[in-house]
């Protein structure tokens, strides 16, 4: 009777499966503007015929029926829809979420849970402090926290976590997972927080440059793609096109928001996002294995001095809170590039001049490759101390994963990203560079927990200025000691 009951559940999980795959088809049939089929959920190099095995990624894990068990998933209510589906809208992200809890729900028999509370940068800490008290408390509540990456890693160095290199049934190696953010957090053989296709808003809140089509073309400003191609998409280029751009559109002789500008962004992340990709770490691991502060270099000056050149000259620049006056100024034509993350591809979908998506420029032609990073916003997944069942737990998380791989991650990237938001192939090329060379930094991913260590460059830039030592010098000792006792969650 039981495997009877294993094998019902599974088929209907299959044809749930199918039944998603299928409703994507349909929605590529109907692709309208472009003429362009908008993919399916299959991974990179896919197929129709593969549509069945790709349905099968959980048949990795053994064939478990929890009769019923809850999985409980603590999380920001502001990012609520990464795991919070209770039916299908027609939304494509939105179905995906529900199609992959609903697949793991029956393939294991099993209810998915969430538990929402407030969660906003600056707020983050208020989020902390409950949960500290919960597990403190001994509280079992939930099975995982789907935290602020900014905000909860600062937690950690309670103890109150369980390394996931001793979770049953995980294993961050396979390709779900990210080796990027596992190296990034990974300190003697200890990592209490992770990320990966689990978590849409790692994908969502990747940094890059859009670039309006038209002004490009206007000013001969080059073939932007072909240049990033080449390897030779650098600042200086980026720099130097944007200079071209300005006009006093409203005539007022003042620099101003009414203007056209050569880049635009807002004065937070996607200035933080500079940092990597001149192939600046906030902080490295030394020979002896342990974390050590790097930011404070000349090639942080360097660029600080070429962010300087650029936002505080003729115009150049305009940066705002107002995530939508910027998006107003993009849309009427008014900036050549545009820095943000992928979250603006789908307000930007309704712009009449065609755009284009492109890396973060390297710091010079002397620098090997680029360099991406998402925003300091997107969910790490952290096991409370009190898990009742850590087997289960893992389990759960494990599959949960997996199947975001099959079936959310490409609904988001393939479908979505690469077709209804793109305007051109070689955007989705671009897109692809982007993905591939993401990388993270403990220092920038912890600045909150380390009073601002990974911010004292973009306070800096905002004001044009570029004496980091002189800033850094001040807060030194107190960031050394920050930064030594936060690792010693991490000792033996």
Same mark, same amino acid.
């Given at each position: 009777m039981g495997c009877e009951m294993n094998l019902t559940r599974r088929l209907a999980a299959l044809l749930l499966a199918l039944s998603l795959i299928f409703a994507v088809f349909s929605s590529c049939g109907k692709a309208g503007d472009s003429g362009k089929s908008e993919g399916t959920l299959l991974a990179d190099g896919a197929t129709e015929e593969t549509t069945e095995a790709e349905t099968g990624i959980l048949d990795f894990l053994p064939n478990k029926d929890f009769g019923g068990e809850s999985f409980t998933i603590l999380q920001r209510d502001g990012y609520d829809y990464e795991f919070k589906s209770e039916e299908q809208t027609g939304d494509l992200i939105e179905d995906a979420i529900y199609q992959r809890n609903s697949l793991v729900e029956d393939f294991y028999n099993i209810k998915i849970k969430t538990i929402e509370k407030p969660y906003t940068w600056g707020g983050g800490d208020t989020f902390n402090k409950e949960l500290v008290s919960s597990i403190m408390a001994g509280d079992s509540d939930f099975d995982i926290v789907a935290g602020y990456a900014a905000m909860i890693l600062g937690a950690i160095q309670k103890g109150l976590f369980i390394n996931w290199y001793d979770v049953p049934n995980i294993n961050v190696d396979n390709p779900w997972w990210s080796p990027q953010i596992a190296d990034s957090l990974t300190i003697n053989n200890k990592m209490f927080a992770m990320s990966g296709d689990i978590s849409l808003s790692l994908w969502e809140c990747m940094e890059c440059i859009y670039y309006n089509q038209k002004i490009a073309e206007n000013y001969s400003s080059g073939d932007f793609y072909q240049i990033v191609k080449d390897n030779s998409w650098t600042f200086d280029i980026m720099n130097e096109s944007a200079s071209q751009v300005y006009g006093d559109l409203n005539g007022n002789?003042?620099?101003?928001?009414?203007?056209?500008?050569?880049?635009?962004?807002?004065?937070?992340?996607?200035?933080? $996002?500079?940092?990597? *990709?001149?192939?600046?770490? &906030? @902080?490295?691991?030394?020979? +002896?294995?342990? %974390?050590?502060?790097?930011? =404070?270099?000349?090639?942080?000056?360097?660029?600080?001095?070429?962010?300087?050149?650029?936002?505080?000259?003729?115009?150049?620049?305009?940066?705002?809170?107002?995530?939508?006056?910027?998006?107003?100024?993009?849309?009427?034509?008014?900036?050549?590039?545009?820095?943000?993350?992928?979250?603006?591809?789908?307000?930007?979908?309704?712009?009449?001049?065609?755009?284009?998506?492109?890396?973060?420029?390297?710091?010079?032609?002397?620098?090997?490759?680029?360099?991406?990073?998402?925003?300091?916003?997107?969910?790490?997944?952290?096991?409370?101390?009190?898990?009742?069942?850590?087997?289960?737990?893992?389990?759960?998380?494990? $599959?949960?994963?997996? *199947?975001?791989?099959?079936? &959310? @991650?490409?609904?988001?990237? +393939?479908?979505? %990203?690469?077709?209804?938001? =793109?305007?051109?192939?070689?955007?989705?090329?671009?897109?692809?560079?982007?993905?591939?060379?993401?990388?993270?930094?403990?220092?920038?991913?912890?600045?909150?927990?380390?009073?601002?260590?990974?911010?004292?460059?973009?306070?800096?830039?905002?004001?044009?200025?570029?004496?980091?030592?002189?800033?850094?010098?001040?807060k030194e000792k107190a960031l050394e000691k920050k930064l030594a006792l936060m690792q010693e969650a991490y000792e033996d």
């Open positions: 002789s003042e620099y101003d928001p009414g203007d056209m500008h050569g880049f635009i962004a807002v004065h937070s992340t996607p200035i933080d $996002a500079f940092l990597p *990709a001149f192939d600046i770490q &906030v @902080v490295k691991r030394g020979d +002896d294995g342990w %974390l050590h502060f790097t930011i =404070n270099s000349e090639r942080t000056v360097g660029a600080l001095e070429k962010l300087a050149s650029m936002f505080f000259s003729g115009g150049n620049y305009a940066f705002m809170t107002a995530t939508e006056n910027l998006e107003v100024i993009f849309k009427e034509d008014r900036a050549l590039f545009y820095a943000g993350d992928l979250r603006l591809s789908a307000r930007l979908r309704d712009m009449e001049t065609n755009y284009g998506i492109l890396p973060y420029p390297k710091y010079d032609e002397n620098q090997e490759k680029y360099y991406s990073s998402s925003t300091d916003g997107f969910s790490v997944i952290l096991f409370p101390s009190t898990v009742s069942d850590i087997d289960f737990t893992g389990f759960i998380t494990e $599959a949960l994963c997996a *199947a975001s791989s099959g079936i &959310v @991650v490409p609904a988001y990237y +393939d479908v979505a %990203l690469k077709d209804k938001y =793109n305007r051109d192939a070689q955007s989705a090329e671009m897109l692809d560079i982007i993905r591939s060379v993401l990388v993270f930094d403990y220092g920038y991913l912890n600045s909150f927990a380390l009073d601002g260590a990974g911010h004292i460059f973009v306070e800096l830039a905002r004001r044009g200025k570029t004496d980091f030592a002189s800033d850094y010098a001040k």
